[in-house]
């Protein structure tokens, strides 16, 4: 008996002793295992989560004023605050309906729709597309259900059809606040890739201002800028001479779209369309500002950097 119990005790301490040695093999692997990635892969692992790309977009800019003889202003342009929108370059419209949601709470826009009356704001159509980026698994199980139903490949199936799912139903039932948010949507979603659009240009006020301000880490892509009005003081006086240009909605001429677009301009951008603004437009266009836009490797809008003309890109 005195021997059996001693060989138990025996064994004991040994087992004891390999578990402590197991353990302790696991905690070297690991921490080997951790210095590894934090110093031998650590910088590289850090840039590739970091890493950004930065783009070079030119910016809009006031156009040249026109003065008479005895330099009293024919045109002029008139400073206002401008809330504006830069698209990644993969921004989703799913992301876009968010920062939208969230910009509708610190800014006010026109929002009517066609069901209040004769005049709208949005169309069904801008109303559709806002559910659809809000809700894209519901719509993906409705496009699903729609492509079988009629026996359809998913490639056979547009965006049109997609949209036609969505019913006046679907969209009756807005609340104020995502009228808003819709037609704010709407605006950043003309925006194509790396480009900038105004949300709101006009009426902006100072507190609209300052919550833009302060939101910002909410509101990627978005930011304040100040934006310009093209002014005639001697009214329609002058404008057979003189002439206008376009709206940021009209942009620039269709016809000659191919022509501005290769000497730098936007598609939004607002040209001379005819007398003296259309003959002298390379010189009122000025020289457009550039920022460097830095992006993140989900294409989000990180940050802008306004370079001026005189300036050096590094």
Not at 5 to 22: C, G, T, W, Y
């Amino acid at each position: 008996m005195v021997n059996k119990k001693e060989q138990n005790k025996s064994h004991i301490p040994f087992r004891l002793n390999m578990l402590f040695f197991v353990i302790f093999l696991l905690f070297v692997a690991l921490i080997v295992r951790t210095g590894y990635l934090q110093i031998i892969k650590g910088d590289e692992f850090k840039a590739e989560v970091a890493r950004t790309e930065s783009t070079v977009i030119r910016n809009n800019v006031p156009r040249g004023e026109i003065l008479d003889s005895e330099l009293r202003p024919l045109v002029k342009n008139d400073a206002r605050i401008a809330i504006q929108y830069t698209r990644g370059s993969n921004t989703s419209t799913a992301n876009m309906a968010e920062v939208a949601a969230n910009l509708a709470h610190l800014i006010d826009i026109p929002h009517s729709t066609p069901f209040d009356g004769d005049s709208s704001d949005l169309s069904i159509r801008d109303l559709k597309d806002y559910f659809y980026a809000q809700n894209s698994d519901l719509m993906k199980e409705r496009v699903d259900n729609y492509i079988e139903e009629n026996n359809l490949k998913s490639s056979e199936v547009t965006y049109s059809d997609e949209v036609n799912l969505i019913t006046d139903a679907d969209i009756m039932q807005y609340s104020d606040h995502e009228l808003k948010a819709a037609a704010i949507f709407t605006k950043m979603n003309a925006a194509y890739a790396l480009s900038t659009v105004n949300v709101k240009n006009e009426n902006v006020t100072e507190d609209e201002k300052a919550r833009v301000s302060e939101y910002t880490m909410l509101l990627p892509g978005v930011k304040t800028e100040m934006d310009w009005d093209r002014v005639y003081p001697e009214g329609d006086t002058l404008s057979s001479v003189l002439g206008r240009v376009t709206t940021e909605d009209q942009g620039v001429p269709e016809e000659s779209s191919n022509e501005y677009l290769a000497r730098g301009y936007s598609r939004n951008d607002r040209v001379g369309r005819s007398q003296i603004e259309a003959q002298y437009e390379d010189v009122l266009r000025g020289s457009k500002s550039r920022s460097i836009t830095e992006t993140s490797t989900q294409g989000n809008v990180l940050n802008q950097e306004v370079i001026y003309p005189d300036q050096e890109i590094t």
